[in-house]
């Protein structure tokens, strides 16, 4: 049973580009959530989906960022028109249905150059 | 509004010694789950171990278990016989289950620890 996946591990973009960040859940997983690491800080919750619905975004920023979680496929963090304040890294979790334990990917780290 | 807190400058513990990690965290939700990471320099974040707020013991995993005081509303992680992989961030979380067992979880800062040889 493979873990929580994400990719890119590591992606570079230069500013007004886009990102796109992907995360696959554990099997068996239909809630995935969104959080965003600064240097030096701990994780911040961004979005909280389960498939083909956003349950709680209230840690989104209002513009540029958008997130799904399609009936198939990976869950898609998007950051329009990318600033050097995104780099950070982001982390997926995923988690089984309720079942309060959480499991993150290996993060991706975006660096806006 | 629910809150962690990690206060502890950076820990620095001998090998094979044990070390108290500390958190305190604040709710007004009756029924809420506390979790560590482990976060080594590589970057993942590792799940070490979960307490329930309804769980009548102290979770254990192996090496690690939380010392659970409801009361004094601190969670604190226990390592026993440190070794040298365990250095590392290390952060609490909580998450609120009454509004659902599968709402967010909510980080602190971070405690750094250093295990010397």
């Known amino acids: 049973n493979a873990g929580v996946m994400q990719n890119p591990r590591h992606l570079v973009r230069r500013r007004g580009q886009e990102a796109r960040l992907r995360c696959s859940p554990m099997?068996?997983?239909?809630?995935v959530y969104w959080y965003r690491q600064l240097p030096e800080e701990g994780l911040k919750f961004m979005v909280y989906?389960?498939?083909?619905?956003?349950?709680?975004e209230s840690g989104m920023p209002k513009e540029r960022f958008s997130a799904e979680f399609p009936k198939e496929g990976p869950s898609i963090l998007r950051i329009q028109q990318v600033v050097r304040g995104d780099s950070a890294a982001y982390f997926c979790?995923?988690?089984?249905?309720?079942?309060?334990?959480?499991?993150f990917g290996q993060g991706t780290r975006l660096t806006v150059v | 509004a629910q809150k962690i807190t990690q206060t502890q400058p950076g820990m620095f513990v001998q090998e094979k010694e044990a070390v108290t990690l500390d958190c305190t965290y604040d709710t007004s939700d009756p029924s809420y789950g506390l979790f560590w990471y482990k976060q080594p320099s590589s970057g993942e974040m590792i799940f070490l171990i979960y307490q329930g707020s309804y769980d009548q013991q102290n979770a254990t995993e192996g090496r690690y278990s939380l010392n659970f005081q409801k009361a004094r509303k601190s969670a604190n992680l226990v390592i026993s016989a440190s070794q040298l992989g365990d250095s590392a961030m290390y952060f609490c979380?909580?998450?609120?289950?009454?509004?659902?067992?599968?709402?967010?979880?909510?980080f602190g800062k971070g405690i750094t620890l250093s295990v010397r040889p």
């Open positions: 989906l389960q498939k083909e619905n956003i349950i709680d």
């Open positions: 979790a995923s988690s089984p249905p309720m079942d309060p334990e959480a499991f």
């Open positions: 979380a909580m998450r609120e289950i009454t509004t659902g067992a599968n709402s967010k979880l909510t």
């Open positions: 099997k068996g997983h239909s809630h």
